[in-house]
């Protein structure tokens, strides 16, 4: 079980829960990548390693900021998720099925599945264009410094009701709760 730092370990579980939103809400305020971003709130809350950030870098903005792929807040969520419930090396083989371990594999999975459900119900999709169009009434295509510009204009790193800020909060939120929920961090 991971303790949460000592800084947030008088706060109460709700309270825990709004400090992780506001963590991954300001880091992609000032920082932006929506993947790093959301693990970056999760390291700052809890203990663990500087590299569950680092691996995290280029998952952000529907993958390497193309605006084509998976919401880099749930890669993110999903990163910290596979560092607390991951099947490590150890426990894979290249000679032969080792039913236990991969039943191991299975269970890291269902409980990355929630964090997903949280996505689908709220966003209706866990696709990084889909989630533009849905807060933005459009995608914006990031690498082009037009659209990048439009995208900040309309709130992208600064709205508090819909940007990709609220996404990253919303997703640091999810996972903080569902580490609690599964006794994987202790207040």
């Known amino acids: 079980m991971t303790k949460v730092r000592r800084k947030y370990a008088s706060l109460s579980r709700q309270e825990l ?35 569950v950030v680092k691996v995290a870098n280029s ?14 807040a749930l890669i993110g969520g999903t990163i910290v998720l596979d560092y607390f419930f ?8 290249t000679q032969e099925a080792i039913t236990d371990k991969i039943k191991l594999n299975r269970a890291g999975v269902a409980i990355a599945k929630q964090l997903y459900e949280k996505f689908m119900t709220k966003y209706r ?3 990084c264009p889909q989630i533009h169009a849905q807060l933005y009434g459009r995608m914006y295509y990031l690498p082009d410094p037009a659209e990048r510009e439009k995208f900040d204009a309309a709130g992208g790193h600064s709205d508090p009701e819909k940007s990709c800020c609220v996404v990253v909060g919303d997703s640091a939120r999810w996972v903080t709760e569902i580490l609690l929920n599964q006794n994987a961090i202790e207040l």
């Open 17 to 51: 829960l709004e400090q992780a939103y506001e963590l991954g809400f300001n880091y992609e305020r000032y920082s932006r990548s929506c993947s790093q971003c959301t693990a970056a709130a999760l390291h700052g809350l809890l203990n663990i390693d500087d590299l």
């Open 125 to 127: 999709s866990i696709l």
């Open 86 to 93: 991951g099947r490590s090396v150890k426990d894979m083989s």
């Open 59 to 72: 998952s952000c903005g529907g993958q390497a900021t193309q605006v084509q792929g998976t919401c880099g």
